[in-house]
């Protein structure tokens, strides 16, 4: 068996098929029960692709301390718990979800967050390896006995907290993106967690996450380059309902040739609370 190297964030499932015996790939099943309802909803969570660890940052993988959603944990934490699913620094690792492209942005911007480069989305997740035909299974993989040697290295700037995008909102050299759905943003529909305000940040852009994607798949370049073309001298600022489909936005700017991308970890589910006095418009 040889290694294989992840060329893009972006992989599709006949690469993956073609390289799913390679020593150092790692197949992560990040998939979490969308909060709001998405166009396509998948197959039952009961199938799998061969070889998947499972990757829950909403129970597990997370910040403990802090009751707010699926929060980033330390260095330290992610670091151990990596290494207990047995990957190592030289892993090649695909992430992939049971939706399409939904919670999987997330566990990428996670790994990269660590500094960990060698890693993808599988384009369509499990609906699109099914479609093409691969096989499945009905179990997921068990951690391995042997610890892998991973080891976190934190990149300044991909996570921010609301002090930085607070700045940001009334800075000309940044864009704050929220990647909730339109009525959302406008507060004409409720939020799906209890005690949060409705609207949104003042001079936020809305780009709802549905908007970067086709047929559960990321758009094409050039689609994804007319999305962000207004924006392409700023640094980028996403925010969703609690930092997970903002990371779709991330990998959508990504895959269109931009840099400077930060998520803002608490997204609507820290801002929006009631007891924030974090300002909130309707307009």
Same mark, same amino acid.
């Given at each position: 068996?040889?290694?294989?190297?992840?060329?893009?964030?972006?992989?599709?499932? @006949?690469?993956?098929?073609?390289?799913?015996?390679?020593?150092?790939? #790692?197949?992560?099943? &990040?998939?979490m029960k969308p909060v709001t309802p998405v166009a396509n909803t998948g197959p039952a969570a009961t199938r799998y692709i061969?070889?998947?660890?499972?990757?829950?940052?909403?129970?597990?993988? =997370?910040?403990?301390?802090?009751?707010? *959603?699926?929060?980033?944990?330390?260095?330290?934490?992610?670091?151990?718990?990596?290494?207990?699913?047995?990957?190592n620094k030289n892993s090649a690792i695909v992430v992939y979800d049971n939706v399409g492209v939904y919670a999987s942005p997330?566990?990428? !911007?996670?790994? =990269?967050?660590?500094?960990?480069?060698?890693?993808?989305?599988?384009?369509?997740?499990?609906? &699109?390896? #099914?479609?093409?035909?691969?096989?499945?299974?009905?179990?997921?993989?068990?951690?391995?006995?042997? =610890?892998?040697?991973?080891?976190? @290295? *934190?990149?300044?700037?991909?996570?921010?907290?609301? %002090?930085?995008?607070?700045?940001?909102?009334?800075?000309?050299?940044? %864009?704050?993106?929220?990647?909730?759905?339109?009525?959302?943003?406008?507060?004409?529909?409720?939020?799906?967690?209890?005690?949060? =305000?409705?609207?949104?940040?003042?001079? &936020?852009?809305?780009?709802?996450?549905?908007?970067?994607?086709?047929?559960?798949?990321?758009?094409?370049?050039?689609?994804?380059?007319? #999305?962000?073309e207004g924006y392409k001298n700023r640094k980028m600022i996403f925010s969703c309902g609690s930092g997970v489909t903002a990371? #779709?936005? &991330?990998?959508?700017?990504? @895959?269109?040739?931009?840099?400077?991308?930060?998520?803002?970890?608490?997204?609507?589910?820290? !801002?929006?609370?009631?007891?924030?006095?974090?300002?909130?418009?309707?307009?």
């Amino acid at each position: 068996m040889t290694n294989v190297k992840i060329p893009n964030s972006l992989v599709s499932v @006949q690469f993956l098929a073609e390289n799913l015996s390679a020593e150092n790939l #790692i197949v992560l099943d &990040a998939s979490m029960k969308p909060v709001t309802p998405v166009a396509n909803t998948g197959p039952a969570a009961t199938r799998y692709i061969p070889n998947s660890l499972r990757f829950d940052f909403d129970n597990e993988i =997370r910040d403990h301390n802090t009751s707010l *959603p699926h929060m980033m944990p330390s260095p330290e934490f992610f670091s151990d718990e990596m290494q207990k699913m047995g990957i190592n620094k030289n892993s090649a690792i695909v992430v992939y979800d049971n939706v399409g492209v939904y919670a999987s942005p997330r566990a990428w !911007w996670m790994f =990269r967050a660590m500094g960990h480069d060698q890693i993808a989305v599988l384009d369509g997740g499990l609906p &699109a390896w #099914i479609t093409a035909g691969y096989e499945t299974v009905t179990q997921l993989k068990e951690k391995p006995e042997k =610890r892998g040697d991973f080891i976190s @290295q *934190p990149q300044d700037g991909m996570f921010v907290d609301s %002090s930085i995008v607070l700045n940001a909102l009334n800075d000309d050299n940044f %864009s704050v993106m929220d990647a909730r759905s339109e009525g959302r943003f406008k507060g004409l529909e409720p939020e799906p967690r209890e005690s949060l =305000r409705g609207g949104h940040m003042p001079n &936020a852009i809305n780009i709802p996450f549905s908007s970067v994607l086709e047929n559960g798949m990321l758009k094409s370049k050039p689609g994804l380059q007319s #999305i962000f073309e207004g924006y392409k001298n700023r640094k980028m600022i996403f925010s969703c309902g609690s930092g997970v489909t903002a990371c #779709i936005l &991330a990998l959508a700017a990504e @895959q269109a040739g931009y840099q400077n991308l930060s998520v803002y970890d608490g997204s609507w589910s820290e !801002w929006g609370l009631a007891s924030s006095k974090l300002p909130v418009t309707m307009d």
